[in-house]
């Protein structure tokens, strides 16, 4: 148990198809994140939430739509993707972070594989 | 700007045998350094970190690290490679006040019998 839960694992849909990927933190952390893993490419940023507000989007295509309710929860709305978004989507949160605080490490989920066909 | 290289994409050794996985950083600031282990199709796992405390860092499964910033390097290391050490390692630098961690390429780590 990582204290970070994404769901689904696994996800396969089409290129018309409109799914939502939702990651869960229980460790009190203020900050969460999501990142993308592509074969033989570095880890990308895509979001950052800091206290439910976003603070970092890294030139992220349109078709990715995140939302933060809250502290605890993140999603990553998917819609009219494209084949090469096929990938590993990691969701991440930290204590800290921003320009007053220490910089905790990063707790990853498992992740979630998707594949656009 | 900060960056940070791994000089290895994949290291074998045998078991038993010594591990080393070299990372190179940049940074403009006092850097906190990470390595990750990520086995497959799993998220990735906090094996230690340096955040300007020790310059030598212990971690978990018998790993460490060690912080040189006149060689500006943190390379990890094991004495006594295990078969459940083959997986991917990440090295990350990010600093206080920032959102941005930077990871490195990776490295895969086998470990023959």
């Known amino acids: 148990e990582t204290g970070v839960t994404q769901t689904p694992r696994h996800l396969v849909m089409g290129m018309t198809n409109k799914k939502s990927l939702k990651c869960e933190q229980h460790?009190?952390?203020?900050?969460m994140y999501w990142y993308k893993q592509s074969a033989k490419k570095p880890l990308e940023l895509m979001f950052v939430y800091n206290f439910k507000e976003q603070t970092e989007n890294n030139s992220v295509p349109s078709r990715f739509s995140p939302e933060c309710p809250n502290s605890s929860h993140l999603f990553l709305h998917l819609h009219t993707l494209q084949p090469e978004d096929s990938a590993l989507y990691l969701c991440?949160?930290?204590?800290?972070?921003?320009?007053?605080?220490?910089?905790?490490?990063?707790?990853f989920g498992e992740g979630s594989r998707l594949t656009v066909l | 700007a900060q960056s940070v290289t791994q000089l290895d994409s994949h290291v074998s050794v045998s078991e038993g045998t010594p591990v080393l996985l070299r990372c190179n950083y940049s940074s403009s600031y006092s850097p906190s350094l990470f390595w990750y282990v990520q086995h497959p199709n799993k998220g990735l796992q906090l094996l230690l970190k340096?955040?300007?405390?020790?310059?030598l860092v212990k971690g978990i499964n018998g790993f460490e690290a060690e912080f040189k910033k006149s060689e500006t390097s943190f390379h990890l290391t094991k004495p006594s490679a295990h078969m459940s050490d083959a997986a991917e390692y990440f090295c990350?630098?990010?600093?206080?006040?920032?959102?941005?961690?930077?990871f490195g390429t990776g490295t895969r780590l086998k470990v023959l019998a």
């Open positions: 340096y955040t300007s405390a020790a310059t």
């Open positions: 460790l009190g952390h203020n900050a």
């Open positions: 990350v630098v990010t600093t206080s006040g920032t959102y941005k961690y930077i």
């Open positions: 991440a949160s930290s204590l800290g972070g921003g320009p007053a605080s220490g910089t905790g490490e990063l707790f």
